[in-house]
């Protein structure tokens, strides 16, 4: 497991497990957890708000300060991000100064709309999951990204992200 990038970022759209996923990833890993949503200028947490989609202006600032914190934290570190754009992961792995692996969570529409209409106090409404889906650039083979299929419960999408980290590094 070694082998493996010392950050990591869990991403996708809005609903689809981000934060869950990386939080259970931390624990297992013995990492730190950064939410990228905490990296967030109050600026675009309003314009969220109010149901108004970011665009790039918004999200470059942001997610180069994401990526300056995930870098400055000691030893492994898993971060949430959607990370929807190449030129984002790009951006994340630029700004970190180091390597970055992406887990990006995949699953279809409805099964993240019904996710997403279940939570509870999230500043993203269910309305821009459109707009998320639009702006998503699925990740190619070319890039530092291994693709997770969301259709488990939480708890087995950690057991297989796990296994296979420890795959790979065997």
């Known amino acids: 497991m070694d082998s493996a990038p010392r950050l990591i970022v869990v991403m996708g759209v809005s609903g689809s ?11 297992c890993l013995g ?3 950064v939410d990228a949503d905490d990296c967030h200028p109050k600026s675009n947490i309003e314009k969220m708000s109010r149901g108004e989609a ?3 202006d918004d999200r470059w600032p942001w ?3 994401f990526a300056q914190v995930l870098a400055s934290r000691e030893g492994r570190v898993i971060g949430a991000c959607s990370a929807l754009k ?22 279809s529409r409805a099964l993240v709309a019904e996710r997403l209409a279940a939570r509870k106090d999230h500043f993203m409404p269910a ?18 990204v291994v693709p997770i299929d969301i259709s488990g419960t939480s708890e087995e999408i ?6 296979d980290l420890t795959r790979k590094a065997s």
Not at 88 to 106: D, T
């Open 158 to 163: 950690v057991a297989a992200i796990v296994r």
């Open 86 to 107: 190449r030129a984002y992961r790009e951006k994340i792995i630029s700004a970190a100064g180091e390597p970055v692996l992406f887990l990006f969570l995949n699953g």
């Open 54 to 56: 970011l665009h790039d």
């Open 63 to 65: 997610l180069h300060n």
């Open 31 to 33: 990492g730190q957890f």
């Open 17 to 27: 497990g981000k934060t869950t996923i990386a939080r259970g990833l931390a624990e």
């Open 127 to 144: 309305i821009l999951l459109d707009s998320q889906f639009s702006a998503l650039e699925v990740p190619g083979a070319n890039e530092p």
